[in-house]
């Protein structure tokens, strides 16, 4: 909800602190960046130290977070606090799902995590449309507040959970911190690269550093005692099948959540609460596809069989947006905007329990934060990547990056005027552009996704796991 919603935030956040462009991208970007860097970290962190111990304390920085967000008086200050919620958001996630893997076996496991992924579904579901009311009713800063509250309840609540840890575990700092690196310099050199230039020597530098600490990473992890990355977790074929679906199945979501409310609101008119609603195409079957989903599973149906059809929904919606247009909008992408959703919803459901049914006991918490990185790091990346290539593609059809920006952010001319029609179309053909690039992606990462999981070779924690099974029975 934090994501979805604050996406339905981004014209009034622009409007009031008179912002657009990269710093406005950050409000989203920041706390997936954040959340990306951070949850691998959590998760080891709480494996080693307790996970109910990391839940509780990435709930009060959630809401710290979102409490300084609420008080911004700067768009710089907002992006800082985002990152500081994102944060947050990633230690309650990897502690979560490490809580969940270490206290339920088999199909008790599945609805588990089936449940975790409805929850996530609801406030994917109703972030944009509840947040689209408060902003009409108490303003932007109110739907802040409101993260604000939750994060406190949830913190204060977590208090009644059992205790769990890993007597073996540790931490890998040095991986941790290049990790953090990597993923930050690409992720500036890709928000700020259409604003300063793509030779720039700000924007050069930002994807040398990342090249250079993905590299040193790289062979940090080979030669560590405790690696971030579990060897045996990457060379795991039907591990990193599983992986890679729900990074397919997100890239394919979330530049759609995020960006799209903007063009409602912007091109078609629509207030922040009928944006939220129209959203609701998208973001309502994230709410109901996982349950259905793990129940089809435990009744028999192929795992397999139901995660390649939901990618294949999501490649299809994606490249049914090239329909998206000023006129009847909503009609034209409802099916388009119910598939991705379903996708997305179906990955949820059974995504996380498959791949964690791989993983021995004493990798829980870093297979658990592997997954959660894996999937915001892919979402943090959609967000810059898209938020690149739509405003590129702007600058080239208006030939004026500030203008791009502008209406990138929503701020087309008055409707009266000549520019407006230009700058529609302008934002509609690269919509079009832009949802081509995200189709093939996809589409290529689901042919990838089926040769893992459809021949899949059985690795040394998939023995490991059936041993510690065999031994329990």
């Known amino acids: 909800m934090s994501i979805s919603g604050t996406a339905i935030a981004l014209p009034n956040i622009a409007h009031d602190l008179s912002t657009s462009g990269s710093a406005l991208n950050w409000v989203v970007a920041g706390y997936n960046l954040a959340f990306a860097a951070m949850t691998l970290v959590a998760g080891a962190a709480a494996d080693r130290v307790g996970r109910r111990l990391i839940f509780i304390v990435a709930a009060s920085v959630f809401a710290a977070g979102f409490l300084a967000t609420a008080l911004a008086p700067t768009i710089l200050v907002l992006d800082i606090a985002r990152i500081i919620s994102g944060i947050g958001g990633a230690g309650v996630m990897a502690a979560g799902g490490a809580l969940l893997a270490s206290n339920y076996e088999g199909a008790a496991r599945n609805r588990a995590f089936a449940f975790m992924g409805t929850m996530a579904g609801v406030g994917i579901a109703m972030g944009p ?155 309502a079957p994230v709410l109901v596809a996982p349950i259905i989903a793990v129940t089809l599973v435990n009744r028999g149906i192929s795992a397999q069989l139901l995660i390649l059809t939901a990618l294949a929904f999501v490649v299809i919606g994606n490249f049914g947006l090239l329909l998206l247009g000023p006129e009847n909008t909503t009609p034209l992408v409802a099916i388009p905007l119910l598939l991705i959703g379903v996708g997305m919803g179906t990955s949820f459901g059974i995504t996380d329990g498959q791949a964690m049914s791989l993983v021995p006991a004493r990798l829980v918490g870093t297979a658990a934060g592997f997954l959660n ?101």
């Not at 999937?375 to 959609?382: I, N, P, T």
């Not at 409707?415 to 690039?437: K, P």
């Open 129 to 283: 449309t509840l947040v689209g009311g408060l902003i009409s009713l108490t303003g932007w800063r109110g739907s802040f507040v409101a993260f604000a509250i939750l994060g406190a309840l949830i913190a204060c609540g977590a208090g009644r959970l059992q205790e769990s840890r890993s007597d073996h575990s540790s931490t890998d700092w040095i991986g941790s911190l290049l990790f953090v690196a990597t993923l930050s310099a690409f992720m500036f050199a890709l928000l700020e690269g259409p604003e300063v230039g793509w030779a720039h020597p700000m924007t050069v530098s930002a994807f040398a550093i990342g090249g250079a600490a993905s590299i040193v990473f790289v062979i940090a992890q080979r030669r560590s005692a405790a690696p971030v990355l579990a060897p045996e977790l990457v060379s795991e074929r039907g591990f990193m099948g599983w992986c890679l679906a729900t990074l397919t199945t997100s890239i394919g979501f979330l530049g759609t959540l995020v960006f799209l409310p903007t063009y409602l609101q912007a091109v078609a008119g629509n207030t922040p609460a009928m944006a939220g609603l129209t959203m609701l195409l998208l973001t």
């Open 373 to 473: 990185t894996l999937r915001g790091a892919a979402e943090a990346l959609v967000i810059a990547v898209f938020s690149a290539m739509l405003l590129g593609f702007l600058t080239i059809q208006l030939d004026d990056s500030g203008r791009a920006s502008n209406v990138a952010a929503g701020d087309l001319s008055a409707a009266t005027d000549r520019g407006y029609n230009v700058e529609v179309d302008a934002f509609t053909a690269s919509w079009h552009l832009t949802q081509i690039g995200i189709g093939a992606v996809c589409l290529l990462l689901s042919i990838v996704v089926a040769i893992l999981l459809v021949v899949p070779t059985r690795g040394s924690i998939t023995e490991e796991r059936a041993h510690h099974v065999c031994e329990i029975g």
